[in-house]
């Protein structure tokens, strides 16, 4: 059975407020893990323009730390390769002194994209095993999430699985997430037969209660948990594949709605409790 101490909030559970009260809201619903996002920041930075000595005092006195950074690189992009071994050597540097245990990467979204698979593969292959270097010499982890979406030049878990080990990056993991498995049509069958879960380092949850086929469902549709019933995904059905399996990490909250934006503090405490309430009771 989960407890408390399994749960991790995406800053997008109530991405409307200043860091700070994102910290002390986690702190309220009794969960101590914490995603932040590059994309997110009501400030010049996604600290909200704190100092890592400022934002640490805050880990401090709510008992409340970053499990994992979420960094907008597109992942197999190998254009301005120096542009982006700085960037993400600056992020990491970042990283340490705020105490955070991973870094996220996400591939290239591009309908465009004029790579074959094979292509596409080697270019992750080559930047994984460049920024496993950077980050595993920072002590640092890093996480990789397969994105669903028909244009994502990474879609499923087993070609993941594949890369990170062409490329030997035994310091990155990669994310479930039940919207892009569901976008990518991802089976039981498919996670039992084909997932190491030994490779997964991070489940992602979120909720659509619309009738939205796996081709409609974008990530505006994406709300906290609700029952199955009401799910398009079944979230609570997957979340329970993981549950059975010899997954043991975190399981962090990533509804993307940006009407979730607008809500107040007290709004989006309920609705974390209420999710954490329905995925433990599975």
Not at 19 to 31: H, I, P, Q, T
Not at 100 to 113: E, G, K, M, S, Y
């Amino acid at each position: 059975m989960l407890e408390l101490n399994d749960f991790c909030i995406n800053r997008c559970c109530a991405g409307g407020l200043k860091l700070s009260d994102f910290v002390k809201l986690a702190n309220e619903v009794g969960v101590h893990n914490i995603e932040l996002r590059t994309d997110i920041h009501k400030g010049s930075n996604f600290l909200d323009d704190l100092s890592s000595a400022e934002f640490n005092q805050l880990q401090r006195e709510y008992d409340v730390h970053v499990a994992n950074i979420s960094a907008e690189f597109n992942l197999d992009d190998r254009s301005h390769w120096n542009n982006k071994i700085q960037a993400v050597t600056e992020l990491v540097n970042l990283a340490q002194k705020i105490g955070a245990q991973h870094i996220l990467f996400t591939p290239i979204r591009n309908a465009h994209d004029i790579r074959t698979d094979d292509q596409k593969f080697a270019d992750l292959v080559h930047n994984i095993r460049t920024y496993s270097d950077i980050l595993g010499a920072a002590g640092i982890n890093g996480l990789v999430e397969p994105l669903g979406f028909g244009d994502s030049s990474l879609r499923f878990p087993w070609v993941a699985q594949q890369v990170l080990q062409e490329a030997d990056a035994k310091n990155f993991k990669l994310i479930a997430d039940t919207f892009h498995y569901y976008k990518a049509q991802v089976t039981k069958k498919d996670f039992d037969e084909k997932v190491d879960v030994s490779r997964v380092g991070l489940i992602h949850l979120s909720s659509i209660p619309t009738n939205k086929s796996p081709k409609e469902a974008d990530d505006a549709d994406r709300l906290f948990i609700c029952d199955n019933d009401e799910d398009i995904m079944k979230t609570i059905d997957q979340t329970n594949w993981f549950k059975e399996s010899n997954y043991f990490g975190l399981y962090s909250f990533e509804p993307c709605a940006p009407e979730i934006d607008q809500w107040s503090y007290d709004k989006c405490k309920q609705e974390i409790i209420s999710s954490i309430k329905k995925i433990i009771a599975g």
